[in-house]
């Protein structure tokens, strides 16, 4: 689930639902693009109902660093 290894701080922010894609994990992936552009991939099981319907359509994502790097969550 890792977002983005740029200098961001931690904020609330709205992004794009681009696409959403099976895995052969058996959850689902969502390819969110942030209002500046930057794209990526989301992972994790909670996303995994998302309906296609949401596609084309901005979504509320709380960006946060850990030791890791900066992180995406759905809010």
């Given at each position: 689930?890792?977002?983005?290894?740029?200098?961001?701080?931690?904020?609330?922010?709205?992004?794009?639902?681009?696409?959403?894609?099976?895995?052969?994990?058996?959850?689902?992936?969502?390819?969110?693009?942030?209002?500046?552009?930057?794209?990526?991939?989301?992972?994790?099981?909670?996303?995994?109902?998302?309906?296609?319907?949401?596609?084309?359509?901005?979504v509320r994502?709380?960006?946060?660093?850990?030791?890791?790097?900066?992180?995406?969550?759905?809010?």
């Amino acid at each position: 689930m890792l977002a983005t290894l740029l200098p961001l701080p931690p904020a609330l922010v709205q992004a794009r639902l681009l696409e959403i894609r099976g895995s052969r994990s058996g959850f689902n992936t969502w390819v969110l693009e942030l209002e500046n552009g930057t794209q990526f991939d989301v992972e994790y099981g909670f996303l995994r109902s998302a309906p296609r319907e949401m596609i084309g359509q901005t979504v509320r994502v709380e960006m946060r660093e850990n030791r890791l790097g900066y992180y995406v969550e759905a809010e």
